[in-house]
């Protein structure tokens, strides 16, 4: 019988910066090449949240490898990668952080220094990311072509929701906007820095162009998500005919899931998210 490799909070450090982030990955260790998933979390979350360790459950006892990974400057640290304890890394934060974060995943799984090559299927690199963690997701799998498909979960279309005019204006002004994270009461910070590369690399941040370069893409979304409207997964559709839809009814931005999540099993919503995934990778795995 294959034993189960569970590997929690490991670091991976950026080469030629001082930049460090955490992982989970975990496989049966058949000898087998699998297909290895990276999940992406979103905006004022992090790889530990709510449900996330069940989904990795989830899809190990279907034989996938699977990587959830905190992005470097999501507020979490090294040592304490539940709580937002670094709100000046949080501060500090943008978009193409977050995709040099994925960048530097892939490249070391390419390069056998987080899973041994015999353990995944190099032709079957998956990316699932919840909310602007699909975003990212999008945006990487149409740079990258190591990446076999793509899942967006109650993903966002344009990545100008999280750069509203009153928060443009501040940042123009040289201000610190601030963030309110109802759950834990922070007010969290995001510098000017933030408007500056999102207006230097506009082009490469266009979720909807990046969409519609993918040849394999499913987009997840609740019809009662009140974070990012469902408006946002028929934009995503729009940009690419050959993606698939899946709206689940009544469904909420997080599938039903919360923070802390105490429950043993999925909530009823999720796992319904995580069926339509796993059919949707083993249809393409057919095709390939």
């Not at 992090?46 to 989830?58: P, Q």
């Amino acid at each position: 019988m294959a034993k189960h490799i569970l590997l929690k909070n490991r670091q991976l450090a950026l080469e030629n910066e001082n930049r460090k982030f955490l992982y989970d990955l975990s496989y049966a260790a058949d000898g087998k090449e699998k297909p290895l998933i990276i999940f992406l979390h979103g905006f004022k979350g992090f790889k530990d949240w709510g449900n996330f360790d069940l989904m990795m459950e989830y899809f190990t006892q279907l034989n996938y490898a699977f990587i959830k990974m905190n992005f470097s400057h999501n507020g979490t640290t090294l040592d304490s990668p539940l709580e937002f304890n670094d709100l000046d890394r949080f501060g500090r934060n943008n978009f193409i952080i977050e995709l040099e974060d994925v960048q530097a995943m892939i490249d070391r799984l390419f390069k056998d220094e987080i899973i041994p090559s015999r353990e995944w299927d190099k032709r079957k690199l998956l990316l699932i990311g919840h909310s602007r963690g699909g975003s990212i997701a999008m945006l990487k799998g149409s740079e990258d072509k190591r990446v076999l498909a793509v899942v967006s979960l109650a993903g966002v279309a344009d990545l100008k929701k999280f750069l509203n005019d009153k928060d443009i204006a501040l940042w123009r002004k040289g201000e610190t906007v601030f963030i309110d994270n109802a759950r834990t009461g922070q007010k969290m910070p995001l510098y000017p820095q933030f408007l500056e590369s999102y207006v230097a690399n506009k082009s490469r941040l266009d979720v909807v162009a990046a969409a519609s370069k993918l040849n394999h893409l499913l987009i997840v979304h609740g019809s009662a998500d009140s974070t990012v409207s469902v408006d946002n997964a028929f934009a995503l559709k729009n940009s690419n005919p050959s993606a698939e839809l899946k709206v689940i009814e009544n469904a909420d931005h997080t599938f039903g899931g919360k923070h802390p999540y105490i429950e043993k099993v999925l909530p009823l919503n999720f796992k319904i998210v995580c069926d339509l995934i796993a059919d949707y990778f083993q249809n393409i795995e057919f095709k390939n």
